[in-house]
DNA sequence: TAATCAGGTCACGAGGTCAA
DNA sequence: TTGACCTCGTGACCTGATTA
């Protein structure tokens, strides 16, 4: 699939965190979004324009960028890219360039029924159209569901997201040549996740709830949504064409976007597949989950504006007062509000972990540095939790479907593992741990860390029977939530269903069903860390730990290493007329030499405790989803 | 790998600025790029030779050879160099030298066949031999489509805008003992952008231009390339070969370059990897998308020129009215011939856009010198921009074919990232964003900045199957491009390949063979910001091609990798005294061997399963995707 | 087995520093 | 002012993990 750095305009080199980028996005978002206290704030109001050239000129603006498209550490997946994603992206570039062709032909078009997505981001900004994008939404409900994430989640309401987090407007945005706003639903559609799965990210327009006003804010806004949702549960591929036109409501991105016309070379996506047509996705996730994370975005909006220039300080106010308020999920931004303002000493800690070196420099300034940036990576967090955010699948605390929904994933996804994990996650999280604290928690798990995104896997959808179940169990699953979020993510979590179950549940329609939607998964992943604060801090800190290690590894990179360190070495070494050599040298060799065993225990540590961390959650439940998981499927 | 500094021909201490440079001229560049006010008018008409022992005497001229070198702050780049840079540099050293060789057995080569290079300057400076070079593009086509960019864009372009912009001859040029002329193309290969990725530079030759007379010139050009090229499509490796005796024409610096006898080390980059030889590369930026660099770049060298002295007044003035004439991306320089003369501001404006930081310093004397400075200054941009510029890769669109291309590409790539991406970006690209903003807002873009160059970026050639398809898509791009200048990018960039796949492909030769091929990579980025029309364009198309080879690309690649790491020692090591080392070493690499090594035994990929992530998955669609997905969709 | 990506590794170069 | 050196961010490549 030949894509575009949706950052830089670089060739990608894969589809990382949610976004289609190169390495080097792909390395800075990781490294940007772990050490934010790395990022100066940009000279130029956060209006650089981001392209290969200068991407390195503005941190602030190309993680801005990041996270426009919709990158999100949460967005990740593994694994092979179903083809369905595959499919959804290239139907996606078909729009985008038939958007950017149409753009060339008419400026005027963003501002015209483009606008949707604009007008979502303004309504962030200012007024709000959510009843009417939720209305929208509704309209396209379930369909949503099936590929939220994907197109939904990525595009549309990450970029609303980030827009809001950028203060951008839908307009701004467009006006940026970038296709990245565009892009991003492009990108996004498949984003975050994986092809299958896609990300349930809250996500829903930050937009959306802004103009909704949420009421306990987020979460009502989700709840309207979801509600929303839930109410087309049951829509048929067929919506999906309809959902198109709608996009532009629900999905102020692609709405925004100058969207394209239909790709020539391919049929009509919902004759290919009913389920997927990117509108539609992006619709989803406008509509399908947004609410909570709406909320969370508008504080990471609030956030990230802050991040970048003062300009649109005041939509950051506006937001940062409004997400506590908006979502139910306060609690879990709790501290890091109280962070941007005070709690240096504990982010600032994180941080420091993080940046092992000097990240000082950067802010050189004192606490006030720190303070910043804690806030920055609060909202930073804010955002990224709002884009992907899925409440933890709370998982779920399945509802008593959930079982066969297990069962089904098992059954189904028997090799998704991702789906696997989701459920596990599910289950396991919100059976066991987390989901519990989700329900519960979902706070705390914010606050662990990043969260765990929901992710939801992209699946071709089923039979629109399949469909129209999965919204009935999103539904359900909304009801029988807790959390707004949460339903909110089980709303677009309806839309998981993974091919798998479909697969599956095709047999036993009924269940299947309802499977599906359990296979989707969310995963949530919890960092934990750093918890909350640092967030990613977490992560890093996490990692840091340690454990240790495999050996074969450590050979294999020792050996590379030595090569490394020798080059090195060898450089630096001869300048023997300089002392700097030596430190260098030594720095080289030893440094390096130090750096692969950090490496090798981060390795080892995250392997063991982030990872670890997810895995153990899941372990339990994961295995038997994995080993078990179709033979219960089967059973059920 | 040993190189010499373009500028002054010590030791190069690594690729600065878009050359191999020495410290002291990267840092006088670095100084000099920000501090114009710095720079006294040189004393002796700007006629000052450059080397080691003088650099220091005349400011002007050192500055001035540091942008006929190819250095503009826009071309560097970070990170790693990627393996294919390192290997397309030692081919084009080999060239070279083989070129030198046979220069210095006869000098009249330049003017003959072999004058491609040659004849390409001269050309620029009195006729233009557009049409044949194009024509022997079309023979190289897809070949030259591969990498188009590293060498064309970097070597030939650059330098011959530069000479336009100094008001250099080729011939004076070439009467520079400086490599440097040979050299840029060498330097710039990888150049700008990153190892993989050469920044497609427009600058097609100037000189071709010039002397083409560029219909609406540079466009003309290019498109006469692209077309050429897109003709070629489907050219198998084998034609590559074939390139190498066309690179002289196509590819002027290196023909007119003093080259080097073959690398004693590597055998004849065409036999190692045919598609790839550098002159090839050449040739596809000179003739792919010269055009509206070129314009760019007469523009460009006529403001330097009007940098340093009044000696090339005249020449400038030449240019310059050309320019708008020429290029069909006039558009894009439209603001700069202004600025030249009156609108500072907006320049100045610009330029603070793009230095984030500090423009402003540079210069601090009174209005007047502050409007020198900015003029110069905006000379100077105008230099690189046109130097650098790439338009978008446009990619795109895939027509029909381009279903088959891409379930080869992805059949043939599964692993290969990198030819991946390329593939996608050109496709992404030029269907998406940049290429789209380039065309319409290639101006925007430019103002924004310096402009995005187009980076090509080297990545492997994935199967023959795929450049073709490629370099179909590159056709059709052309064709659907607006600007001759991606056309030319697409043609190159039909390559994609990974390292992957080699290895998998391995197992199945011919697959593997293509896939090697594929592997290599020759990215094209689309900067696409300005438009670049030209160049960037022709770079990022040119991604290209190439396939082949797969062992050799391989054995290649490590020697060169080897090269790298002992030149990297070694020079260093040294140090001190000098530079010698460079030389030595190249061949060792074992580095390099292990490296490979580990790639080709990835092949396996377990997984455990840490990480829990969430998918569904699709099978059957998958399956069905994964060697189809591009068929699926055109069949949806 | 193949395809993908998160992460990690470390070659590289932009920039800064500062002796000369 | 120069340029050797250093620092540190970047990004190409790899590994390992995860899904197809």
Redesign the pocket.
């Given at each position: 699939?030949n894509q575009t750095c949706k950052v830089?305009g670089?060739p990608a080199?894969?589809?990382?965190?949610?976004a289609?980028?190169?390495?080097?996005?792909?390395?800075?978002f990781?490294?940007?979004?772990?050490?934010l206290s790395?990022i100066s704030d940009c000279k130029n109001n956060g209006e650089c324009i981001i392209n290969?050239k200068n991407?390195?000129?503005c941190?602030a603006c190309?993680l801005k960028k990041c996270l426009m498209v919709g990158m999100s550490?949460s967005?990740?997946?593994?694994?092979?890219?179903?083809?369905w994603?595959?499919i959804h992206c290239l139907l996606q570039e078909q729009q985008q360039q038939a958007a950017a062709a149409m753009a060339a032909h008419h400026n005027s078009q963003q501002a015209g029924g483009g606008g949707g997505g604009a007008n979502g981001v303004k309504a962030m900004t200012g007024v709000p159209p959510p009843a009417a994008a939720a209305a929208a939404l509704g309209m396209l409900g379930h369909a949503a569901g099936a590929y939220p994430s994907l197109y939904a989640a990525a595009a549309g309401p990450r970029s609303k997201e980030e827009l809001m987090m950028l203060g951008l407007d839908a307009g701004d945005y467009a006006a940026l040549k970038h296709p990245a706003v565009a892009s991003p639903s492009v990108s996004s559609p498949?984003s975050?996740?994986?092809?299958?799965?896609v990300e349930v990210s809250v996500r829903g327009n930050p937009l959306l709830h802004l103009g909704a006003k949420t009421p306990t804010s987020g979460s009502g806004g989700s709840d309207g949504i979801q509600s929303a949702v839930s109410t087309v549960p049951g829509r048929p591929p067929q919506l999906r064409k309809d959902m198109p036109p709608f996009l532009p409501l629900s999905f102020p991105g692609l709405g925004s976007m100058p969207v394209m016309p239909p790709p020539a070379f391919l049929p009509p996506s919902h004759l290919l597949f009913p389920g997927y047509h990117p509108a539609l996705y992006s619709h989803h996730q406008g509509l399908l989950k947004p609410t909570p994370e709406q909320q969370q975005a508008a504080v990471a909006a609030a956030a990230v504006q802050h991040l970048f220039n003062s300009s649109n300080a005041s939509a950051v106010q506006r937001f940062a007062p409004q997400a506590p308020i908006l979502s139910p999920f306060t609690a879990q931004l709790k501290e890091e509000p109280t962070a941007q303002h005070s709690p240096k000493s504990d982010v600032a800690t994180a941080y420091n972990n993080n940046?092992n070196?000097?990240?000082?420099?950067?802010i050189p300034n004192g606490s006030k540095v720190a303070a910043d940036e804690l806030t920055k990576r609060f909202y930073l967090d804010a955002v990224l939790k709002s884009q992907q955010h899925s409440p933890p699948p709370l998982a779920t605390k399945l509802p008593p479907h959930s079982k066969q929904d297990y069962s089904i994933s098992a059954l189904v996804?028997p090799?998704?593992?991702?789906?696997?994990?989701?459920v596990k996650s599910r289950q396991s999280n919100g059976e066991l741990d987390e989901e519990d604290g989700d329900g519960s928690s979902a706070a705390k798990v914010a606050e662990d860390e990043e969260e765990e995104d929901l992710v939801v896997?992209?699946?071709p959808p089923r039979s629109p029977a399949q469909l129209t179940q999965a919204a009935a169990v999103g539904e359900e699953r909304t009801e029988a939530q807790d959390n707004p979020i949460d339903l909110s993510m089980k709303a677009t979590g309806s839309c998981v269903s993974?091919?798998?179950l479909s697969r599956k549940s095709s047999a036993h329609d009924s269940d299947s069903n309802e499977a599906r939607l359990d296979e989707e998964?969310l995963?949530v992943?919890a960092?934990g860390e750093k918890g909350a604060d640092a967030q990613r801090d977490g992560?890093?800190d996490g990692?840091v730990e340690e454990e240790e290690d495999?050996s074969?590894?450590e050979t294999?990179?020792?050996s590379?290493?030595?090569?490394?360190?020798?080059?090195?070495n060898n450089n630096?070494n001869?300048?023997?007329?300089?002392?700097?050599?030596?430190?260098?040298?030594d720095?080289?060799g030893l440094g390096?030499?130090k750096?692969?065993?950090?490496?090798?225990?981060?390795?080892v540590?995250?392997?063991n405790s982030?990872?670890v961390r997810?895995?153990v959650a899941l372990d339990a439940p994961v295995k038997m989803a994995?080993s078990n998981a179709l033979d219960l499927t089967t059973k059920v």
């Open positions: 699939m830089c670089e080199a894969g589809f990382h965190f949610g289609f980028t190169c390495e080097g996005c792909k390395s800075f990781g490294r940007s979004y772990n050490n790395s290969k991407r390195t000129a941190k190309r550490k967005g990740s997946r593994y694994g092979r890219r179903s083809n994603f595959k498949d975050h996740n994986s092809d299958s799965s940046n070196n000097n990240n000082n420099h950067i996804t090799n998704s593992e991702s789906g696997r994990e989701r896997s992209m699946t993974s091919s798998t998964e995963e992943s960092d992560d890093g990692e495999n074969t590894t294999v990179k020792t590379i290493e030595q090569c490394n360190n020798n080059n090195n630096k001869n300048n023997s007329s300089t002392s700097d050599n030596e430190a260098t040298s720095q080289v390096l030499v750096r692969k065993l950090d490496e090798l225990h981060r390795e540590c995250e392997s982030k990872r997810t895995e994995n």
